[in-house]
């Protein structure tokens, strides 16, 4: 192959990888979600004072919820101008689900995870009007077809399900979806630019064997397939270096967006 024809052909591969790549005028620093899935909100605190400027944007989960100071950490953390995303998986009768993303106006969270049916995403998003974007759940990042089989989806693909969910999600109002990277760009053939996709499950280096996350992929694959945001906790959060860690993902991020 001569040089001109290895130029093209570099060329189209480099469009092929980055077809999806988010044009949404999210700032770059701003594309990391750090999971502050800690026992109580002093470690939580501890965690946010030393990463300091290095992130943006964190996510709040069952072990926080479950400490009882939730709410004053999510204020504090507004505060200090830093973005939540509460990821509670809201799953209950709509009633009760929209009451609990009322709860949530004033206190400054961003982005709210919601599990369910039409009626229970239909609930949150009428709830959640003017003060937080509900994010629907499609298929969690730790499960895989075995697992799907287990809960009585024998014979339906992981992608199919993911899919299926952010359709009837996207139409009923989501602002957008959690999904693994792995189906992203499924999402974004499908489903197109208008939505966003924040993808947890994402691994630096090969999965350990003792990892429950299931269906991952690396920060470059995330956002090369389309998603808008990732999530990463452990690989930051137990890391012998948790700032130089987060900078490391902060720096794989910058060059994906700024790769010609």
């Not at 982005?111 to 994010?135: M, P, Q, S």
């Not at 999965?207 to 690989?235: C, L």
Request: a positive charge; hydrophobic letters at 40%.
């Amino acid at each position: 192959m001569d040089a001109v024809a290895t130029s093209i052909s570099s060329a189209r591969v480099s469009t092929t990888k980055r077809r999806w790549l988010s044009a949404k005028p999210i700032p770059v620093n701003e594309r990391l979600i750090v999971a502050l899935d800690t026992p109580d909100v002093d470690q939580a605190k501890a965690l946010v004072e030393l990463l300091g400027e290095h992130v943006h944007f964190y996510k709040l989960g069952f072990e926080l919820l479950i400490s009882g100071k939730l709410p004053d950490l999510l204020c504090w953390l507004a505060e200090k101008d830093k973005k939540t995303l509460v990821d509670i998986k809201f799953f209950d009768i709509p009633r009760t689900v929209s009451a609990a993303v009322r709860q949530l106006k004033g206190m400054g969270a961003s982005f709210v995870t919601v599990h369910g049916n039409d009626r229970i995403l239909r609930a949150a998003c009428e709830a959640g009007k003017g003060y937080v974007k509900i994010l629907a759940v499609t298929v969690l990042t730790s499960l895989d077809k075995a697992d799907l089989k287990d809960l009585g989806f024998p014979n339906v693909p992981v992608k199919d399900l993911v899919l299926s969910r952010a359709k009837r999600a996207l139409k009923i109002g989501c602002s957008g979806v959690i999904s693994s990277g792995q189906e992203a760009r499924e999402l974004r053939n499908s489903l197109g630019e208008n939505f966003l996709i924040v993808c947890p499950g994402i691994r630096p280096v090969e999965n350990r064997e003792t990892d429950d996350q299931k269906r991952t992929v690396t920060v470059r694959q995330a956002f090369e397939r389309g998603a808008d945001y990732v999530v990463i906790g452990r690989p930051i959060r137990t890391a012998a270096d948790p700032v130089k860690a987060a900078v490391e993902v902060q720096e794989q991020i910058q060059q994906v967006f700024e790769a010609p």
